[in-house]
């Protein structure tokens, strides 16, 4: 539009410029005309030869010249219509951008109202939330302070029924058991034997049912408290009541152990009332005799060890093991290697539970030669061993002992199968094993694998003392559990494939899990 009101202004410029130069032209031409001879109006008056007066002398004016007219310019005024036009276009445009800029800063002022009546409301509605989080943080500080108090009121309650209950136990077993007469008759001593057992089995009877009151009571106030509370102290006392209640456990199994034993030593006094007639007079009817015999096989007492019944389908390992020990360098290297592990100590009597987990320092490594060459020497000094294999990825000690589809050491601690049925044992040495088991899963260090496995193994630990468990990689989750239930680690080191940083990356691995390595076992030095 700027570039349109200039040309218009050009032409405005010329138009005048052209009229100013005409008044110039009109008076050159009539000076023109005054120069030239001739041309003198005077001479074209016709005059006489008299004088004339100054009075009769008249004015003459020049006569008016028209200025020249300047010729029309199409294309001017073209230019011009155009010119005019496109201005008018340009106006009428400003007038629209005008009026829409008017239509803009009208819609933005009702935005900012807008937005500052809906930053208002939100202002209020942050209030009103925040007066509400702040009433349901004193709620839930008055629930919680109510279920403490709900929670210290039932341990209490609990607290004084287990007291209950001991003192029942106590007075149950401080009463006193029915004597035996040294003139009692067979029928006498078999009336007692009867009344012995029917006690025994009432006495029994009733620590179950104790204890099951107990368990469902405690499983019903950890319903009860679960569905009240969904607060973090929750677990605490689910805690204390596992606790509790493994503790009410234990103690109920030391109670029947010691009436147990007390029938023990009555039914000890009976048999030597029975068996001291027959001793003394040869010549009696043997009846006697055969009674005793029959009391003393009702009263036998069960062996202290249950040793498996499963035999290893494939014994070669075992038997290669146990050739290789035959080399005295061999020999006296795992000895030293058992020195450092268990320390002098004898075998054949182990009083103290030992279970040594062996792992490795690089990943598909297995320590399944070494564990088993150990428990090999372990036996040839007349200890009773049990190998665990406890490579769920690998499995190449279970394989190698032909036992890949039976049950093991994943299925038993998941509790899908008994103990006892994964349990092997070579009678030439006196080695027992519990293959990895026929699951291609492993286990994980969550709290119900960890609890089952450390179960388990405190079972295994009372008929097997020295358990040796042939671990793989430290990259697994297995690996980091058996670490975490064994007394002691160890970590195979294949010299000449690992380095210093493997060593110190599988050490490092497992002292995350917060499990220390006890030691380093060079492999190349007992092949």
């Known amino acids: 539009m700027a570039r349109f009101l200039k040309a218009l202004k050009g032409l405005q410029s010329l138009d005048s410029t052209d009229q100013e130069n005409a008044p110039e032209v009109q008076s050159q031409s009539i000076d023109a005309r005054q ?63 005008a009026d829409e800029m008017l239509k803009v800063r009208e819609k933005l002022e009702s935005n900012d109202q807008r937005h500052e009546e809906e930053i208002v409301r939100l202002r209020d509605s942050v209030e009103g939330h925040q007066r509400s989080a702040k009433t349901i943080e004193i709620e839930l500080k008055s629930i919680e302070s109510e279920l403490r108090q709900q929670l210290i009121r039932q341990q209490d309650e609990f607290v004084q029924r287990l007291g209950e209950v001991e003192r029942q136990m106590l007075q149950q077993v401080e009463r006193p058991l029915p004597t035996v007469t040294e003139s009692a008759t067979d029928a006498e001593l078999r009336e007692f034997q009867a009344e012995l057992r029917q006690q025994m089995v009432r006495e029994k009877e009733d620590f179950v049912r104790r204890l099951a009151e107990i368990e469902s009571r405690i499983a019903e106030q950890a319903k009860s408290s679960v569905a009240k509370s969904e607060v973090a102290a929750q677990s605490n006392h689910n805690a204390e009541l596992k606790s509790l209640q493994a503790e009410i456990h234990q103690q109920m199994v030391r109670q029947q152990q010691e009436f147990a034993q007390r029938i023990g030593d009555v039914e000890k006094q009976v048999r030597k009332q029975v068996d001291a007639p027959i ?32 035999q290893i389908p494939n014994t070669d390992a075992i038997s290669t093991a146990m050739k290789l020990l035959e080399d005295p360098a061999v020999t006296h290297q795992f000895e030293q290697l058992a020195d450092a592990v268990f320390g002098h100590i004898d075998f054949q009597n182990v009083n103290q539970p030992e279970v040594v987990n062996f792992g490795t320092c690089c990943p598909g490594q297995c320590t399944s030669d070494l564990v088993l060459r150990l428990a090999a020497w372990i036996s040839r000094q007349g200890g009773d061993v049990l190998v665990i294999d406890g490579a769920l990825r690998q499995k190449r000690l279970t394989e190698r002992l032909g036992l890949r589809t039976s049950p093991g050491l994943f299925e038993f601690v998941r509790r899908e199968t008994y103990r006892q049925d994964g349990t092997f044992r070579h009678k030439e040495s006196g080695i027992s094993f519990i293959p990895a088991g026929k699951s291609s899963f492993v286990l994980t260090t969550s709290e119900s694998d960890f609890v089952s496995l450390r179960d388990q193994l405190r079972e295994i630990a009372k008929t097997n003392p020295l358990i040796l468990i042939a671990g793989e990689g430290p990259d697994l989750s297995t690996s980091w559990l058996l670490a975490q239930i064994a007394t002691k680690t160890y970590l195979q080191v294949e010299l000449g494939e690992a380095s210093g940083a493997d060593v110190r990356a599988a050490v490092d691995c497992f002292l995350r899990q917060g499990c220390e390595p006890s030691g380093l076992v060079a492999m190349n030095a007992l092949k």
Do not use: C, H, Y
């Open 35 to 97: 120069d030239q001879p001739g041309d003198d109006i005077r001479s074209t008056i016709p005059t006489d030869n008299r004088p004339q007066s100054a009075a009769s002398q008249t004015m003459v004016m020049p006569e008016q010249v028209e200025p020249p007219q300047s010729e029309p310019s199409p294309d001017k005024d073209e230019l011009v219509r155009k010119l005019t036009q496109q201005l008018t276009i340009a106006l009428k445009q400003r007038d629209v951008v």
């Open 279 to 310: 001793a003394a007079t040869e010549s009696t009817p043997p009846v006697m005799g055969k009674s005793a015999i029959r009391k003393a096989e009702i009263f036998k007492p069960l062996p202290s060890r249950l040793e498996a019944d499963k």
